[in-house]
């Protein structure tokens, strides 16, 4: 029979996972009802305050998006309790059937993102994802850029992509239960342990095959000009040399060496997908949606495929190549800001 949890989590226990399960769960479902039912209240509110702050009607889509949100999570747990009760003995069907829903999941919230808010998407390097097996390095600026592996790289590609995320989404009952069923790591930022952090992720790379990739956003958190000044500082105290590298830097925060390391080291033969992204920047909490900020945004993805023979195989190379890495990522948002930035021509 496929195990009902599959995620690389041993230090938790059944009555822990289930316990927070049921306040979840529970908690969704009663906002879910209530959310909806005062739709007929919300909206027009909504309305109102857009049309006196003139923000291009920003609380009117935030309203339609929670509603899609929520509506999507209350899909996804019963699907999950459907994929449960009908599980059989085919380990690689359950997950299967487990990553499907994932990939319907974040594909539906991204179009629901895109038309209510009017994005323009363009994507460039698609072809370099496939095949695996691949370590998959993801900018991280928004609370919107999350679904872009899912939407881009699983559900377009079919690389079934095991993700390091921190541990606080397990309050999210979809990435609770089916994230869990999935290969995935929930990691403790700043936690007690960080060697067994660094260890779990080290594992969650091991033998990855032709489908598969691991993921991770190697800076971190979501960047902003005050984590970045926090990160340099920390980063001056542990290693001055690389703070002044790192100091160039204008874009993206510095990468975090433990988790994208281990990854290199526990996939040998994997080679590396860069993914940048322009057009959420700025979006990094829910009022940033609610006050309109993303309204007909142009968001620009790129990728782009290191052969695992480019990348050094000592840590000191490692790191020169990561930061390289960086450097042209930062140097692509930078220069694709700016054109986004441009008045068009005429």
């Keep these: 029979m496929a195990p009902r949890n599959a995620s690389i989590d041993a230090d938790e226990s059944g009555a822990t996972r289930w316990r ?51 509506v999507c999570e209350c899909a996804g747990v019963l699907a999950s309790a459907w994929i449960w009760l009908t599980r059989g003995r085919d380990h690689d069907a359950w997950v299967q059937r487990n990553f499907r829903l994932q990939n319907w999941w974040a594909g539906t919230l991204f179009a629901a993102g895109a038309r209510l808010y009017g994005l323009r998407v363009q994507v460039d390097g698609a072809d370099s994802v496939a095949p695996g097996p691949v370590v998959l390095l993801v900018r991280h600026s928004s609370v919107a850029d999350t679904l872009v592996p899912a939407v881009f790289v699983s559900a377009r590609r ?32 700043g936690g007690a342990d960080p060697a ?3 260890a779990n992720v080290r594992r969650l790379a091991q033998d990855l095959g032709p489908g598969e990739g691991v993921i991770v956003f190697p800076e971190g958190t979501r960047f902003s000009p005050k984590r970045r000044a926090e990160a340099l500082t920390r980063l001056a105290a542990s290693d001055p040399a690389l703070a002044r590298r790192a100091a160039g830097l204008t874009a993206t925060l510095p990468p975090r060496l433990g988790g994208t390391l281990a990854l290199l080291d526990a996939a040998p033969d994997a080679d590396v997908v860069v993914c940048g992204h322009v057009g959420f920047d700025g979006v990094r909490r829910l009022g940033d949606l609610w006050n309109g900020a993303l309204v007909g945004r142009a968001v620009h993805v790129t990728f782009w495929r290191c052969p695992r023979a480019t990348i050094p195989t000592d840590r000191a190379g490692q790191t020169d190549w990561l930061y390289t890495q960086w450097e042209r990522l930062d140097a692509w948002v930078n220069t694709a800001n700016a054109r986004a930035t441009q008045p068009a021509s005429r």
């Design 158 to 189: 079919g690389l079934l992509l095991k993700y390091v995320l921190k541990r606080e989404l397990l309050l999210d009952p979809c990435l609770d239960i089916v994230g869990q069923r999935l290969p995935n790591v929930f990691v403790r930022r």
């Design 20 to 70: 927070r399960r049921l306040g979840t769960v529970a908690a969704l479902f009663v906002a879910t009802v209530a959310w909806c039912a005062s739709l007929p209240t919300l909206i027009p509110l909504a309305v109102g305050v857009d049309v006196v702050r003139r923000a291009r009607f920003g609380a009117t889509r935030f309203v339609a998006l929670i509603a899609v949100y929520l």
């Design 196 to 198: 067994r952090e660094v």
